[in-house]
């Protein structure tokens, strides 16, 4: 019998921080299999499919657990606050969380993203507070239940659990963030969905507030949630710098969110700002052997310019050495995180390759094929180490290797390509890049592939309309001002419409940047009528030359330098644009 059933009920979610002892490991509870023959599994309905789908999200940003793999159930019958997550992996979820979350529509996908990240945290960290409750079970099998639920809660005052459950928390905000969830919609200083939740949980049946240290927890709970999401705009706006290529002002950005919260992702980001403005120096120091120069020919397997673009300043080696060492010591930062991490050591592979410490990058490309065989990112970058080294047969070999993994694989068709051209295999040339058009034929790459081919390029058509987010002036709306640490940034959004206005000074170069974005919910379109939910195909219709496509972890941002213009893709969706100038 669940002697601790009505504790459960009302308690579980504050509760499962859990850890201690590890409990009797032969209980039936603790496996799936249980739950699946106790209550009503449910998978049809429209919020369990966007359940779902916020789940696969999450887990593509969410760090990973050694040696399960997280799954979601969802449950019609379970009664509300039995969120909780099982040894097996397993992530348990009552049907009426997700109705919770979703009595705002807007938000529900943000909120949802929080409870199940903070599960996920647990699973991450192998805390299982089923585990703790069991074994309370079986310790006092016969206290009466006030009895218990006294034990229960002294149990949880521990620093430990204190701290794994705040930790549960941050980390579901800064999972929630990095997936591209609008952290606004679950703290800020306007909304206090984290304590409604809580209390829908029924944590504050327990005692009298005053003096009831849930109650204390959950102020501070908010208070440290809303710093960190406030701190968050310092990341999202760092990654759409980034994208726009403004490098100086995402650094500044990301260097202010790093020192409040040191992550993995962050110093990935910092690492790959840094990394442009390395290739940029590097492109300028090599100008004159850029057509034989195998870093500026080849295509490596990270977010990128497609092309760098060569400017007329001097060469630059001695700030290309800068750079790359500091485009090395933020990857360094990201493994030292989370030394499992493909994305942070494939993208140190790339450094140090540029750097031209090729035996350095073809050890972190192996390490990421140890972690993650089917990464044929790792087999590409590989290639493209072995034409820096002259084996020519190793090259193909990577290449192809590649392309066992992904057939239509952009970066490696071109490679194959640019290498059976570079030893004069025209036939085998010819046949890649072919390939390559039926895969891109947009890009600044397909270009440099018709080039080569001999084929006309076709003029990319001059704009001829005009992009803009309708705005109003911030004066005349309530504005919700956010407090950032860096005084030179400006944030402001407009609940009506769904806008994001923001307005940044980088110190390093006293450059002005203002950005405006429509977020999820706005309803204007831009001027070839792309709207919040377009699909990515009707966008490469509309806009069919993107100055870059830049990959997240969770979809791709396409660039229109010329329009100012830049698509948030996720899902193979629009789910946010903006419009940016730079002054
Ligand atoms: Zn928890």
């Given at each position: 019998m669940f002697k601790l059933k009505h504790l459960l009920l009302t308690g579980l979610f504050l509760s499962n921080a859990g850890l201690a002892q590890p409990a009797e490991p032969e209980n039936s509870k603790l496996k799936i299999d249980f739950w699946l023959s106790q209550y009503r599994r449910v998978t049809h309905l429209q919020e369990c499919k966007e359940a779902h789908e916020v789940?696969?999200?999450?887990?593509?940003?969410?760090?990973?657990?050694?040696?399960?793999?997280?799954k979601l159930f969802i449950f019609e019958n379970l009664a509300f606050g039995k969120t909780l997550a099982l040894p097996d992996g397993s992530i348990i979820l009552p049907f009426d969380v997700i109705k919770f979350?979703?009595?705002?529509?807007?938000?529900?996908?943000?909120?949802?993203?929080?409870?199940?990240?903070?599960?996920?945290?647990?699973?991450?960290?192998?805390?299982?507070?089923?585990?703790?409750?069991?074994?309370?079970?079986?310790?006092?099998?016969?206290?009466?239940?006030?009895?218990?639920?006294?034990?229960?809660?002294?149990?949880?005052?521990?620093?430990?659990q204190k701290t794994f459950e705040t930790e549960a928390d941050e980390f579901a905000i800064l999972y929630a963030a990095l997936a591209g969830y609008d952290t606004d919609a679950i703290v800020s200083s306007t909304n206090n969905f984290i304590s409604e939740y809580y209390g829908a949980c029924g944590i504050n049946m327990h005692g009298d507030a005053a003096n009831n240290p849930v109650a204390e927890r959950l102020n501070?709970?908010?208070?440290?949630?809303?710093?960190?999401?406030?701190?968050?705009?310092?990341?999202?706006?760092?990654?759409?710098?980034y994208a726009i290529g403004k490098y100086d002002a995402a650094i500044e950005l990301l260097e202010k969110f790093v020192t409040q919260f040191p992550s993995r992702e962050v110093?990935?980001?910092?690492?790959?700002?840094?990394?442009?403005?390395?290739?940029?120096?590097?492109?300028?120091?090599?100008?004159?052997?850029?057509?034989?120069?195998?870093?500026?020919?080849?295509?490596?397997?990270?977010?990128?310019?497609?092309?760098?673009?060569?400017?007329?300043?001097?060469?630059?080696?001695?700030?290309?050495?800068?750079?790359?060492?500091?485009?090395?010591?933020?990857?360094?930062e990201a493994?030292?995180?989370?030394?499992?991490?493909?994305?942070?050591?494939?993208?140190?592979?790339?450094?140090?390759?540029?750097?031209?410490?090729?035996?350095?990058?073809?050890?972190h490309f192996k390490k990421t094929l140890e972690l993650k065989q089917n990464y044929h990112e790792a087999h590409n970058n590989l290639g493209v180490a072995s034409v820096v080294e002259g084996r020519v047969?190793?090259?193909?070999?990577?290449?192809?290797?590649?392309?066992?993994?992904?057939?239509?694989?952009?970066?490696?068709?071109?490679?194959?390509?640019?290498?059976?051209?570079?030893?004069?295999q025209t036939g085998a040339a010819k046949t890649y890049f072919k390939k390559y058009l039926q895969v891109d034929s947009a890009s600044a790459y397909a270009n440099i592939v018709r080039e080569l081919l001999g084929q006309k390029i076709p003029t990319s058509p001059s704009p001829n309309f005009v992009e803009s987010i309708d705005l109003p002036h911030p004066a005349t709306e309530q504005s919700n001002r956010i407090d950032t640490p860096a005084m030179e940034m400006f944030k402001f959004h407009d609940w009506r419409k769904q806008l994001d206005y923001f307005q940044f000074v980088a110190k390093a170069t006293g450059e002005k940047i203002a950005l405006r974005r429509a977020a999820e919910g706005h309803k204007g379109v831009s001027a070839k009528g792309i709207g919040i939910g377009a699909s990515e195909k009707l966008v490469?219709?509309?806009?069919?030359?993107?100055?870059?496509?830049?990959?997240?972890?969770?979809?791709?941002?396409?660039?229109?330098?010329?329009?100012?213009?830049?698509?948030?893709?996720?899902?193979?969706?629009?789910?946010?644009?903006?419009?940016?100038?730079?002054?």
């Open positions: 789940f696969e999200t999450l887990l593509k940003v969410a760090d990973k657990p050694v040696g399960v793999l997280p979350c979703f009595k705002n529509p807007a938000y529900g996908k943000a909120r949802l993203a929080f409870v199940l990240g903070h599960e996920l945290k647990h699973i991450v960290r192998g805390d299982y507070a089923i585990l703790r409750i069991l074994k309370f079970d079986t310790t006092f099998p016969s206290a009466s239940y006030s009895t218990q639920l006294r034990l229960f809660w002294k149990s949880m005052e521990t620093q430990q501070a709970l908010n208070r440290r949630l809303n710093d960190i999401s406030s701190h968050l705009d310092l990341f999202n706006f760092g990654v759409r710098l110093f990935n980001n910092l690492g790959l700002c840094y990394y442009q403005k390395a290739l940029a120096h590097y492109a300028e120091w090599k100008h004159e052997t850029a057509g034989n120069d195998p870093h500026l020919i080849y295509r490596v397997s990270m977010a990128i310019d497609p092309v760098p673009r060569l400017r007329n300043r001097s060469l630059d080696q001695h700030a290309f050495h800068e750079m790359i060492a500091h485009a090395i010591k933020n990857f360094e493994k030292a995180k989370d030394a499992n991490y493909e994305t942070g050591l494939n993208n140190l592979g790339c450094a140090h390759l540029l750097k031209g410490e090729v035996d350095f990058a073809k050890g047969s190793d090259a193909f070999e990577n290449f192809k290797n590649a392309l066992k993994l992904k057939p239509d694989y952009p970066e490696s068709i071109y490679n194959l390509g640019r290498l059976s051209y570079q030893l004069g490469s219709e509309k806009y069919p030359y993107p100055h870059s496509i830049k990959a997240t972890t969770t979809g791709a941002l396409r660039v229109y330098a010329d329009l100012n213009l830049v698509f948030e893709i996720r899902d193979g969706k629009v789910r946010a644009w903006y419009l940016y100038s730079a002054m």
